[in-house]
Every structure is written in C-alpha cells, then in structure tokens.
C-alpha cells in the first residue's frame, strides 16, 4: 500500500426529506446565492423546497449554468456575488452546478488578474468562500470532494481545479430527486460513478487489499441496483443505494494508498470539448479502447475485476481479463450507450490525430498510472474507439 | 436505508516513516502534553521519533494511562493540563490512551462540578481541546472517531462518552509500529476490529447494499491478513491492510444508514469491569452466545455473512447462519482466544444475574438493533457464555 493522507470535512445529510434542513447548515447572517442549472429544478419541486427552507435566510438567485460549466456563464454570477455582498453559495443541482460553483469560490476570493489563471496555472485553491450543495443528480461526486471541472467554449478546453478549500461545508442527499432524472441523465449517472471506481482501479496490484474491496463493492452495488432504477426510478431503496454509490465513488476514500489512472477522463474531456457528447458517454467510448490498449499493464487487476465483481471464474488471467472488458462494454451498450465515437459523429476523421497534438502542445506528455502513455498512445486508443 | 448524517473531519496521515509529519500538524505556539501508556513507546523507538518530531514545540509529558483509561489516572493528568497551561494533547498509544485523551480534551473545558458527570449524565462534547494521535496499536478505530469508553475502579463501571468536539484533528498511522507489538495484543486488535463491523453489520437486512459490501470487505480483509500478522508482523502489505482496516471498522462510515446492535460490547464491557478480561476477548466471548440467542432475528444477515465473507454457498439459510457462527467462533479460537467465560475464571458463578442485575439499575432496558433485550434476556446469553 502506497503511503497516503486524507481528510474529508464535507458534512453529508442523506435521506429522504432532508432539503428541508437546509436552514440549520447556513449561517443566519449569510448573505447566500442559490445557483441553479437549466430550470428543472422548478418543475420537479427541489426549486419549492430549497426556497422555503431559506425563507429566514437572505438570498438572491443565478440560474442558467449550462452542462459542462461553462467560463463566461460563471463569470456573470461572479459578478453578482461582488455585487450582492454575497458571503456562502449554495449548488443546487448536479455535478456541473457543484462544479461552478466551486470555481466561484475560488473565484470569489481570488486576488489575481484573471480567474481563468486559476485553471490555466492549476492553483491549488487553500481557502474558498463556503458553500453547500443540494445534489439533484447523482454522478460526479463532486458533492463530497474537492474537484471541478470548467469549460471554456471559446478555447475548447476542459480544465481541472482543486484544493482543500473546495470541499463543500454540507452536502444534503435525498434519493428521492432520482425520480424526476431523464433516463438519458440516469444512464450518465450510473456509467459516470463506475468509471470513477475504474479509473482508481484498474491499475496493476499495490497490495491495498481493502481499497480493492471497497471499489468492487461500489461497482457490485451499482450493476446490483442499474436496471431497477432504470425500470422504477422511484425504488426508494435502488435509489439510496445508487445515490450513496455515487458519492462514495469520488470521495477520495478508494484512490488512497493506491495508484490511480485517469487517461479515460483526460481523453473523454477532449471528445466532450470538441463534440459537445455527453461526459459519461465520452468514457464509455475511450474506457473499452484504454484497457485493450494497456492490456499487459492491467491484466492482473482485470482478471481480479473480472472474478470478484463479474463472477467470471473459468480460464486464463488472459481470458477472463479480456472478458471483463466485453462484460463492461456490454453493460454499457445495455443501458443504452453507445461505445464508439462514430455513432456520435460523422466528422470524426482526425480526432485522434487532434486529441493527441493538443496533449502534446499542452505538454501533457505522461498519461495513466505509469505516467507512461505518450500522445502516440492517446492517437492509437482514441482510433481504437472509433 | 435509513436517513443519516455523516461527517468526519480528522485527518489520516497513513504510511511508511510518517511519525515525522508530526510537527506540521501542531500550531507552533502550541503547549503540548503527550500522552502515553505503560512506557512500550520508549522501547520501541515510537518515544524517539515523537520527541525527535517536537523538538522546536514546547510540551510536557504524562505516562501511564493503563489499559482500559482509568478515571483517577486521568484526573491526575487533568491538573496537569492546567497547571501547566496546555493548549494541545497528543495521544501516544491505543485505543485505551487516545480514549483517556479524549476524556481530557473533554474535562479540560468542563464547565460543571465533576468530570465524572460527562460520563454519569452522558454528557456530549461540542467543542473539545484540540488534540492529535500516533496510533501505537490497531485495533478501537479511536483515531478517527469521536467516541470513548472510560473505567472507573472505584464504582467498576465502564462508560461511554462522545460528541463532535471529539474528533482527532490528526492522526498517524504508520503501520511498521506493528513490528513490536506483542501476539497478543496483535490477535486482540484483530478481534476488536473484526466484532466491531458484526455490530454495525450483524442484524437483520435494511437494504444497504454498498454498507453491507464495505462491512464484508472489512471482514474479508482481516480475515485474509490475520493468519500473515500473527506469523510476520513485519510483513508491511498485510501490516497496512490490517492497521487501516480497524480504522475503517469504526469510523462511522459503515455504522450509517443501518441498524446497529452493540449489545456483544455492553455485555462485554461487564466482563472487563468484573475480571479485568481483555476487552476484545470479551466480545469473543459474547458474540456467538448472544448470535445463537438472537438467532432468529438475526439469520438473514447471518446467512449472508456465510456466502459473502465465509464462502458457504450450500444448505438454507437456517444452515449457512448456523455455520457462520461456528465459523466465527472457530477463527477467535485458532488465534489462541478462548471463547467461554469459565476459561478465564473459577469465579464465573452468577456473573450472568450480576450483569442482568447491574443493566436494570441502569436503566438499559433495550439492548440489541430492536432495543428489545431485557435484562433476562442479557442473562441467558452470557449463561450461554459461560
């Protein structure tokens, strides 16, 4: 096991109508601004429960970020925190909402030209404006971690930030948001949080024995608990248990002590940034491609993946690694993803050629666990995905 | 799953040579008394590394906090604290140290009459001082959790106290201290850690499926390493696995969302006050008297517990929870740990109405994850037991 530190200070408020303690999270003098998404909070009847349990409470609203939060959106509502006096934000949305928000405080206390330098020179965020969460869709577990991603549409980029500033102060989970999620949105879900397990994963063995239990217990959990909430969104019980899976998923708990990998992510981003297709789709395309690629590096960690948490007992390290793919592409294709790129788009001549240049131009020469992937490898395995 | 709330903000510092992080967690204008116990840190060179650590940090020293923290030993290091103006408390030891400083961060800002009330009225501490730990022996999970069990001889009670003032600002873990701990400790630990996830695991199914995964891979975990600690305890992969598994047994994490029963520790705790029994050996002697007592309530998660931790796929449920029993029973006597009260003592004749009896003074009328057992009913398990 690798030497590690950890430490997690988000508060979590997990269960069924628990919006409505909201107020006792927020300080009673905070000046707070709620930050929403496209508006489906206003149908679904979260927007209704966050607003009477902040009726004591001063606030004001932004609305509007978009999926994959983007830079020049956010910058309008860092511009009413500044106008509002505004001292905690409060996410209510998903992984992209929680995202900006995270930005904006960092943003909101940043004493430098231009916030974007915060992305474009990966500073480590020490102190932030706090901030609260009210997740409404689980996937990212950005609800308990101290990660953002933002895009920028003018550039095409898809930047990461962090620091121990960034944890939210409270986190509140009521599994019963799951049922207004499109199932479009589910599927994301579910296919986001397992590829978070895999990328902390599927490495090589580092003797952490308990880390490995406890990712295959999320995966376990989820492919347990996928087709129920995709027949019955309102099982509370699927819910909880996807919702918790979820969280749990990037909490930083299973990344300690173990080699982590992350070259599906820094992949997918790119398709994200040129294609616009959906995060957790953009992974379910690079992931099967990936771990074909890298088969010699990983095939010991497959095989485990393969046995503990496919049940897949027969045959070589060879044979059963090789089937845990399949049996991971399959489950993807199942839930209705598709895992190849040219069903997303017909204008995907080049992109590997694209992807590549751009990791080389950003001098992000070393991908995966090993640090050892070179954009002629991201080249070969976003070919493969086509 | 049941609605929960979890937060845990102490901070691990988990690995190879790790004591000498010491000094960056400290303020620097901290007064600092270091708690120890009987005085094995000076042998085994943790003594060393700690004072080398605090070289530049003003501190005092207190030793001799005995297993299972007595009340009087720890009133003495409370005048301590104040005549020598402390700010800051670093625990040096186990689980019966860390406990005995949590009781001081306590004590040290009661307002009220006695210290003994935090414990008689169980009293919740908010705001603690602050304090941090060198984790000497795994085994209580006290290191990242807000919780401590004190004895007092006089009165031959032992009682519990907690609160979220109770956390360790840090702790570290740095699992070569393993090396010198004697066998018996080591199996002790084991044991501990082990009966603490069949507390929060061993009651009857509430559809927490990923609380159930991570409860099993705890299990699994020890179960896989125990046999390698007993034999090498410097073996540093099974060594690692075993030190941050007790932490994982009783951090919080999978006591939420599910029923807990604790009823093997109340009882247990009776037989350490009576006999002076080891406290882990207490719960070996408990656990399979009261799952055959509660049998029936309990056979589900019994049976479960066969497939998932003791591969024992074949027979009904009735069988399988039967053979987990046995199982268990068997894996604390293969470690040398007797599992009946009258291998400890001749004196074991109406222990079980003394226990009964000292339950209805008390007022703990309902013991178990239904609060359904009687003070009779806590007589027949440990007659069981005898």
Not at 98 to 112: N, V
Not at 325 to 337: L, R, V
Request: aromatic share 10%.
């Amino acid at each position: 096991m690798n030497n590690f530190e950890f430490k997690n200070p988000t508060k979590i408020i997990f269960g069924k109508d628990t919006i409505s303690k909201l107020s006792e999270e927020l300080p009673t003098d905070a000046r707070v601004l709620i930050l929403y998404g496209g508006g489906s909070i206003k149908k679904n009847g979260i927007y209704d429960q966050v607003k009477t349990a902040l009726k004591d409470i001063s606030h004001v609203e932004f609305g509007g970020i978009p999926a994959n939060p983007e830079y020049s959106v956010l910058m309008k509502a860092l511009k009413v925190i500044k106008e509002e006096s505004i001292t905690y934000l409060l996410a209510v949305g998903g992984g992209s909402v929680i995202d900006g928000t995270k930005f904006l405080s960092s943003a909101a206390l940043y004493e430098g030209d231009s916030p974007w330098d915060i992305l474009k020179d990966s500073k480590r965020t020490e102190v932030g404006m706090p901030f609260g969460t009210v997740l409404t869709l689980p996937a990212t577990g950005s609800e308990m971690n101290s990660g953002a991603v933002i895009t920028n549409a003018e550039t095409k980029e898809k930047l990461g930030m962090g620091g121990p500033g960034l944890f939210p102060q409270f986190s509140i989970l009521d599994p019963q948001v799951i049922q207004s999620i499109p199932q479009r949105q589910l599927v994301n879900g579910i296919t986001d949080a397992f590829t978070h397990v895999l990328e902390q994963y599927m490495t090589y063995p580092a003797a952490a024995l308990l880390q490995d239990r406890f990712a295959e217990s999320i995966m376990q959990t989820l492919l347990e608990v996928a087709p129920t909430i995709l027949k019955d969104s309102t099982d509370y019980n699927a819910a909880s248990n996807f919702m918790w899976s979820c969280t749990m998923a990037l909490n930083g708990l299973i990344q300690k002590g173990v080699p982590t990998d992350w070259a599906v992510h820094a992949m997918g981003h790119e398709l994200t940034a040129l294609y616009g297709i959906d995060h957790a789709r953009t992974l379910a395309i690079i992931a099967p491609s990936h771990y074909q690629y890298n088969f010699e590096a990983k095939k010991e960690k497959l095989a485990q993946y393969a046995e503990r948490v496919w049940n897949i007992t027969e045959g070589s390290i060879d044979d059963k690694a090789y089937a845990a793919i399949e049996k991971t592409e399959s489950f993807f294709n199942q839930m209705g993803i598709e895992t190849k790129l040219s069903k997303y788009t017909d204008d995907f001549d080049g992109t590997a050629e694209i992807i590549a240049k751009r990791f080389t131009e950003r001098g992000w020469l070393g991908l995966g666990e090993h640090k050892s992937l070179k954009p002629e490898d991201v080249e070969h395995i976003v070919h493969m995905a086509y």
